[in-house]
């Protein structure tokens, strides 16, 4: 069964950066697209960024192009999320997820994931 662990976030102020981290436990990183999703108090989860197996598509929301890089390191069986000049609207829970079928255009659908990690908080203060 395969497992997905994020690590990585924490409390820092606006403009700061964080590396998220996403270990894949259990099976082969490489037999997967991945996807960084967040989900702030209040709101829907919301995608964040996507890369596909081979790393040769990559995806974004629109408000952290830019700021945001999604990379993965198949030998390590982790995917990272670097988040640099971090806005207080940044702050949700990050979770990483793993689709065994290729994305191809749907990136961003919770419903394409077939696992999921439980979290890391990241909080931005202005």
């Known amino acids: 069964q395969v497992q997905l662990a994020e690590s990585g976030g924490g409390s820092v102020q606006a403009g700061d950066s964080l590396r998220l981290s996403c270990l894949v436990v259990g099976r082969t990183l490489s037999w997967y697209d991945m996807g960084w999703f967040r989900q702030a108090p209040g709101k829907k989860t919301e995608f964040v960024a996507s890369i596909s197996r081979n790393g040769d598509s990559i995806n974004y929301q629109d408000s952290v192009k830019g700021r945001f890089a999604i990379s993965r390191d198949n030998a390590k069986n982790t995917v990272y999320l670097q988040m640099n000049s971090l806005k207080s609207e940044d702050t949700a829970v990050y979770y990483c997820?793993?689709?065994?079928?290729?994305?191809?255009?749907?990136?961003?659908?919770?419903?394409?994931?077939?696992?999921w990690g439980q979290g890391t908080q990241v909080t931005v203060s202005s």
């Open positions: 997820a793993a689709s065994l079928t290729s994305l191809n255009g749907r990136e961003s659908y919770r419903e394409e994931y077939d696992h």
